[in-house]
């Protein structure tokens, strides 16, 4: 069965209020629009470190998951490393169903 905020993460890709990628989502993240970033498990050393950094001066919630394949397929777009949810309602559901 696929987790909640696998679905979850679909429907936001839908209703257009996700960034990919890691200039994108770093560039939002300066802007402060994004409500929360989800990053891969498998994402390089150095993306890892530039986005915990960069979002940790924003004060912008990080949540390491899945790999990138899963995000990918997630949002039916090939592999993505970086997703920024730019939704507060859809951050907050997204926050509390990985938090679990």
Same mark, same amino acid.
């Given at each position: 069965?696929?987790?909640?905020? =696998?679905?979850?993460?679909?429907?936001?890709?839908?209703? %257009?209020?996700?960034?990919? #990628?890691?200039?994108?989502?770093?560039?939002?993240? %300066?802007?402060?629009?994004? $409500?929360?970033?989800?990053?891969?498990? *498998? +994402?390089?050393?150095?993306?890892? $470190?530039?986005?915990? *950094?960069?979002? #940790?001066?924003?004060?912008?919630?990080? %949540? =390491?998951?899945? *790999?990138?394949?899963?995000?990918?397929?997630?949002? #039916?777009?090939?592999? %993505?490393?970086? =997703?920024?949810?730019?939704? *507060?309602?859809?951050?907050? $559901?997204?926050? +509390?169903?990985?938090?679990?």
């Amino acid at each position: 069965m696929m987790a909640k905020w =696998i679905s979850l993460l679909g429907l936001a890709a839908r209703a %257009r209020k996700l960034v990919t #990628g890691e200039e994108l989502v770093l560039k939002e993240v %300066r802007r402060k629009s994004v $409500k929360l970033v989800i990053l891969s498990s *498998d +994402a390089a050393e150095q993306t890892k $470190k530039k986005v915990l *950094d960069k979002c #940790g001066h924003y004060n912008i919630p990080v %949540r =390491i998951t899945s *790999d990138r394949a899963t995000l990918g397929q997630a949002i #039916g777009k090939a592999e %993505r490393v970086v =997703i920024g949810v730019m939704d *507060d309602g859809f951050a907050k $559901k997204m926050t +509390a169903l990985l938090d679990q």
